[in-house]
C-alpha cells in the first residue's frame, strides 16, 4: 500500500517554522530538559544549534526567498562551526525532529508526510555538507604542528603589543595591528553597555559610518547576542540589509571581547566586500584575540578608575546616568524639571570633563573610567 503526499518546498517548510515557532520551542525545551544521557556542556551547545537553526528560518523574509535551500542551510551550518562537533550535530537533529514529529502529532497536521519527508531530505543534506566540511579540515590539518606554532607566533606578537599600549586611547592602533596580523582588510570594534543592552560602533576604518551603529540586542540578533565566535560567509538574514549596503559587506566574521564572563563587545574583520572562509582553526585562533583584548581592557580599565580623578556635581551624575538609559535632552528635562537648554548645558559641560565629541562618546568614556558600572 502506497501513500501520496504533497512535495513542501522550503519556502513553505520555513514559513511552517515561522508560524509554528513558539510550539516548536516549548518541545525542544521538554526534550532537553527530558534526555538524561545529555551532559551540561552538550546541552549547551545542542541548545546554541537548535535556537540559531529556528532563528535563522524565523528571520527569513519568505517573499525574497530566490534560491534553493542549500545556500541557507550552508551559511547557517558554516555560521556554528566554533561550536559543532558530531555529538552535538546528531542530538541537533534527534531533538528538532522529535520536537516537530511531537507537534504535528498533537495538531494532526495535514501535511504532516510533506513536512516530514522535506526535514529528512533537509538533514541529509545538512549531514552531506558537516561530512564534507570535516574532510576538508582533515586535509587541511596535516599540516596542524605548523599551523600552531604559526598561530602561536602571532598571539605572541599581539601580547606583546597589548603589553606595550596603555589604555583604551591605544585601540585604534591595536585594530590596526590586527588587520596585519591575521591579514584581514578591516577590523571594527563594537562596544557593549550592559546597563542598557545595547551596542555601538566605536572603532574601524570610515569612522562615522561604524559610529552610526548602535541598537538594542534582542533575542533576534544572533550576531550580537552571542558570546562566541560566529563566520558568515553570505551575513544576508542575520546583517540588516542597510548595513550589508553601508560597509558593503560580504563574508564577515564576530568574535567576543570577554574576560571572566563580562563582555566588553565585539571585534569584526572582514576582507572589504570579498567573500572569503574562514576554517575552525582560525575561528579558534580570532576567538583567542578576543579573550586577550578582554584582559586587556579589563586591566586598563582598572587602572583608570583606580587613577581618574574626575568629579562631577550631583545634576551631572543624574542626568549622566539618564544619557545611559538612552534618554533625549526633552525627556530628560521633564524628568528632572529642568529647560531643554539647561540639560544641553550640563551634556556640554559633560563632553567637556570627558574629552568627548558626542553623547555616545560620554557615556562610554564615563563606562570606561568606571563613573557607570
Known sequence: MTHSYEEVTFQEFALFIKIYSKQLEENINIYLNLEPSISESDRK??????????LLLTNIDIEDINEADGGYLDTWLQSQISIIDV???NLFQLIFEKSLITFMIQQKHSRMNGILMYLLSMFTYLVQSYNKYEEEHKTKSKSHESLELKNLLLLDQLNKLLIRCSGYQDL????????EYFQYKRCVFYAYVPW??????VIGAELSKVQSMKGRITEQHLVFGSKKPIYLKDPKNYVKEEHIKLFNLSSIIFI???HDDQLFGWLTFDQ????????KDQLQ???QVGKRL???LSRKGEKVENSSELHLTEREAMILGLLAEGYDNKKIGSLLFLSEHTVRDYVSSLMTKLKAKNRTQVVASAFRIGLLK
Open 294 to 296: 578582554g584582559l586587556f
Open 45 to 54: 551547545r545542542t541548545t546554541l544549534l537548535l535556537d540559531s537553526f529556528i
Open 256 to 258: 567576543p571581547i570577554i
Open 172 to 179: 585604534a592602533y591595536i585594530l590596526k595591528k590586527c588587520e
Open 272 to 279: 572589504l566586500g570579498e567573500e572569503f572562509d574562514c576554517t
Open 87 to 89: 555529538r552535538s550535530f
Open 285 to 287: 585562533l580570532l576567538a
Open 196 to 201: 542598557s543592552n545595547q551596542f555601538y560602533g
